[in-house]
């Protein structure tokens, strides 16, 4: 199975702030990387698909890099809706698996 | 806009089958690169992949339950539904359908439905 190691766990920080979540893979996925955002008693949902690419309807302060093993999602400058929780997921190959999440917090 | 809706008891005692359902509303279940899913989020911790079906019954299973679990679709109710065999108290969890493209990403979530185990 791919293991996928999100950090930080949680960060604390200010409207304004620009926010960076990072996850690694334990092995090579070809880019084969998701983003979603979940607020609490919400079901998740899809921010960025194939690691770069906006799912409509995003804002554009959101965006993804990342290949190989290491990935990342940017918050340009985060907005007081963004307080939420945030997972990778990867779909190079069965199982699909998350990363354990990374809550962004009120600073 | 395509929509989702699980439905099954919120209850289930250690040992029995949980039983779930998906209905899938404003589209087909039978689309073309459609993929409908299982997901699930134990309280306080991360999500789970639990199985992926296609319209065809084409099903992919997460090894760890693979053992206890039935995904299957039904075309004519524009249903899918899941069964978990001899759940424990491991098993309570918030239980999300999805529905995928043809890369598993999952861009419709139903909105959950918790559920426990427990006596």
């Known amino acids: 199975d791919i293991q996928m190691t999100q950090s930080p766990s949680s960060v604390s920080a200010s409207v304004g702030d620009r926010v960076t979540i990072t996850c690694q893979a334990s092995?090579?996925?070809?880019?084969?990387l998701a983003w979603y955002q979940q607020k609490p008693g919400k079901a998740p949902k899809l921010l960025i698909y194939?690691?770069?690419n906006l799912q409509g309807g995003v804002p554009s302060r959101f965006s993804g890099s990342g290949s190989g093993t290491d990935f990342t999602l940017t918050i340009s400058s985060l907005q007081p809706e963004d307080f939420a929780s945030y997972f990778c997921q990867q779909t190079n190959s069965f199982p699909l698996t998350f990363g354990g999440g990374t809550k962004v917090e009120v600073k | 806009q395509l929509q989702l809706q699980e439905s099954g008891p919120g209850l289930v005692k250690p040992s029995e089958t949980l039983p779930l359902t998906c209905t899938v509303s404003r589209g087909s279940i039978s689309t073309t690169n459609y993929y409908w899913g299982w997901i699930r989020q134990p309280p306080g911790k991360g999500l789970e992949w639990i199985g992926s079906i296609y319209h065809s019954g084409s099903s992919y299973y997460n090894p760890t339950l693979k053992s206890r679990v039935t995904i299957s679709v039904d075309t004519s109710k524009n249903q899918f539904s899941l069964r978990l065999n001899s759940v424990t108290a491991a098993d309570t969890a918030v239980y999300h359908c999805?529905?995928?493209?043809?890369?598993?990403?999952?861009?419709?979530w139903g909105k959950g439905t918790t559920v426990t185990v427990s006596s």
């Open positions: 999805t529905k995928s493209d043809q890369y598993y990403y999952m861009d419709v």
């Open positions: 092995q090579g996925i070809n880019g084969w």
């Open positions: 194939a690691a770069s």
